[in-house]
């Protein structure tokens, strides 16, 4: 009997508006920010942002059967919103909430030349968002639930996550097998000033698979390493650095707290993948894979695939859609993780967040024609390279 392969994808979506700004010089860049200032800009794109969007569509376009659950207003930005996943497919807008006591939620995206992007969002109706906003019979026809980004969605992060953990209970309750993925909340606001530690302890012991950055977590559970390492102006140079013993350190927390598999994603280095015991893994529920005697117990890091970096809008997401896609197939923990690198290194060759995702034929055909990974040491002994499935295994 084929495996069922359906899933829902709920949480936070809005609309994307980026104004097209000519290259040029940074000084052209920063006086773009003065006060007063006109800067002339050319026509803006409009695109669905947020995981619902994201990693939704790319797991539709990766030919997983995907049911979308977000909330959008009765308004013409959220009119927008259902344009155009509609025009992918019409069918994925059956899930969507319309309220039109709420606004859709939006984000500005400006790209001046020569310094970093400034985003300007409205949570909009992505804040009144709650439990009783999932249809849970259509989710219990599903064999996974996604939900994405509750750090920046007011109910999901209020009174100690209480609308989050009942969303993760309920479902839990339906046999599916359930995922989550984070965000990084602005520090100065009331999500990120929230107990994260507290939030996710009630809330994974209903989550089977965890996949926030590694900035995220480090933000949530190790603030003060955060803090410390000045990561949020670190980027990619905090990302070189990082070993396996903190990933390791990370990972083992997030389990004792109830996550079955947590998955790390940590940019330009890759995916990091580690599994609880027998007992844990045996509870996934739907999903639990055919072959589930190869999951519990791994610790794995895949490196990521060379690739044409244009942009890396939505490219997390993207990694989640392309793990999940594997996981869902029934592909092993090693196959699954190099999946999640594939989909995102063809993710950052577009500037948005779709075009660039591959259907998952082509995905894998290109993975097998000698797709060249980049290069990633481990300078610790308790780790070995496994140069046939191309990744890194800690135990050798």
């Not at 800067?39 to 409009?46: C, F, H, M």
């Not at 968002?129 to 259509?138: E, S, V």
């Not at 599903?142 to 989050?164: I, V």
């Not at 330009?268 to 996934?284: K, P």
Request: aromatic letters at 8%; charged letters at 20%.
């Amino acid at each position: 009997m084929a495996r069922d392969l359906s899933t829902v994808v709920a949480g936070h979506i809005c609309l994307d508006i980026i104004p097209e700004i000519a290259g040029g010089s940074v000084e052209e860049g920063k006086a773009m920010l003065l006060p007063g200032h006109l800067t002339e800009v050319g026509p803006a794109t409009l695109s669905t942002g947020g995981p619902v969007s994201n990693t939704g569509l790319a797991l539709h376009r990766l030919g997983i059967p995907t049911r979308l659950m977000g909330k959008t207003g009765d308004d013409l930005f959220g009119s927008a919103v259902s344009e155009l996943i509609g025009g992918i497919d019409s069918s994925l807008l059956g899930g969507m909430i319309v309220d039109a006591e709420v606004a859709t939620s939006y984000t500005v995206v400006l790209n001046p030349p020569g310094i970093d992007r400034l985003l300007f969002h409205c949570p909009g109706a992505n804040d009144t968002f709650a439990a009783d906003d999932i249809d849970y019979d259509a989710v219990a026809d599903a064999t996974l639930f996604h939900f994405g980004y509750p750090p920046l969605m007011k109910r999901m992060y209020d009174d100690g996550g209480e609308q989050l953990s009942e969303i993760y209970r309920r479902v839990k309750e339906t046999g599916v097998t359930t995922s989550m993925d984070m965000a990084l909340p602005d520090p100065f606001t009331p999500g990120g000033k929230a107990d994260w530690r507290g939030i996710l302890s009630e809330a994974l012991p209903y989550v089977d698979i965890f996949l926030p950055s590694v900035e995220e977590i480090i933000y949530m559970l190790r603030k003060d390493v955060y803090e410390k390492l000045d990561i949020a102006n670190q980027g990619s140079a905090f990302l070189a650095r990082l070993q396996p013993d903190l990933l390791s350190d990370l990972s083992e927390e997030l389990l004792n707290m109830g996550a079955k598999i947590v998955c790390l994603k940590c940019g330009d280095r890759g995916f990091y993948l580690r599994t609880a015991g027998v007992e844990s893994i045996h509870s996934l529920g739907k999903g639990l894979p055919t072959a589930a005697d190869a999951w519990p117990e791994r610790e794995l890091w895949a490196p990521c695939f060379q690739a044409d970096v244009v942009g890396t809008a939505g490219s997390g997401d993207a990694t989640i859609a392309g793990f999940l896609s594997a996981f869902l197939r029934d592909l092993s923990p090693e196959e699954s993780a190099l999946a999640a690198v594939a989909v995102g290194a063809c993710n950052v060759e577009k500037s948005d967040t779709l075009s660039g995702i591959r259907s998952w034929e082509a995905t894998m055909s290109r993975m097998a024609s000698g797709w060249k990974m980049h290069e990633m040491t481990l300078d610790d002994p308790a780790w070995a390279y496994d140069a046939e499935h191309k990744i890194w295994r800690a135990g050798g």
